[in-house]
């Protein structure tokens, strides 16, 4: 592993943001402030993933006839994996609204050139995928549809992207605290990266829930920071 270090923004779309987005995290809004501070730091590599569905995603209540929203039923996704798979609501849709990054931190992102890139998941409609190395790395600037086939059930585009860059640590952030960005961080654990959550540039949908995430987390060596002062002291 190289010594840089990447800061991992993590699904910060109009639809998980209050008051509007039709799958909004309890005070989404307030890690805005946060990121944009972060923004500001001199970061070797800067990703900001997006969820990035088809009308017809394996995820979304309205393509299971009688399937409630927040329920959870069996599927078996593009890969043949069966598994437990919760109903949402219809969100971050490819070409409405609710898929685009927050309107405040688009030019933060914008301004970092090409030390920032997209990385854009769940675009298959076979597969869910909450964790940003699930998905497929594109330029910020001039960001591509996605690819024509499923990668390989084992191989990670972000974690080659990172590693081909010499980033050897992450610091995650984002939304939501106990859906992808713990899976984010989760994954970049096991792919090998020091890994850290800052718990002031994340919200939740279930406080609880993220407490057994951030559990996962230590398990396989990763750490939880509260706020700022205490992620200086983890960066040098």
Request: aromatic fraction near 8%; hydrophobic fraction near 35%; charged fraction near 20%.
């Amino acid at each position: 592993m190289g010594d840089k270090t990447a800061l991992i923004v993590v699904d910060v779309q109009n639809d998980f943001l209050p008051p509007s987005g039709s799958l909004a995290v309890p005070g989404g809004r307030e890690v805005i402030p946060v990121i944009q501070q972060l923004l500001k730091r001199d970061w070797d590599v800067v990703v900001a993933s997006q969820d990035y569905h088809p009308p017809d995603h394996i995820s979304f209540a309205s393509n299971h006839p009688g399937g409630e929203v927040f329920s959870q039923v069996q599927k078996m996704d593009a890969y043949g994996n069966t598994y437990t798979q919760t109903l949402w609501p219809n969100h971050c849709v490819v070409g409405t609204d609710g898929v685009e990054i927050d309107a405040e931190l688009r030019p933060e992102l914008e301004r970092l050139g090409d030390s920032c890139v997209l990385v854009r998941k769940g675009w298959h409609p076979g597969v869910e995928a909450y964790s940003a190395f699930a998905g497929y790395v594109t330029p910020s600037g001039s960001p591509s549809d996605p690819p024509p086939a499923l990668p390989a059930a084992d191989s990670s585009e972000l974690a080659s992207f990172l590693r081909a860059r010499g980033v050897g640590r992450v610091v995650v952030v984002g939304l939501a605290g106990d859906y992808c960005v713990s899976a984010t961080a989760v994954s970049a654990a096991e792919h090998g990266f020091k890994t850290a959550v800052l718990l002031s540039g994340t919200r939740s949908i279930s406080d609880e829930k993220a407490g057994e995430c951030w559990e996962k987390l230590r398990e396989k060596g990763g750490e939880v920071i509260g706020d700022e002062g205490a992620l200086e002291g983890w960066l040098r």
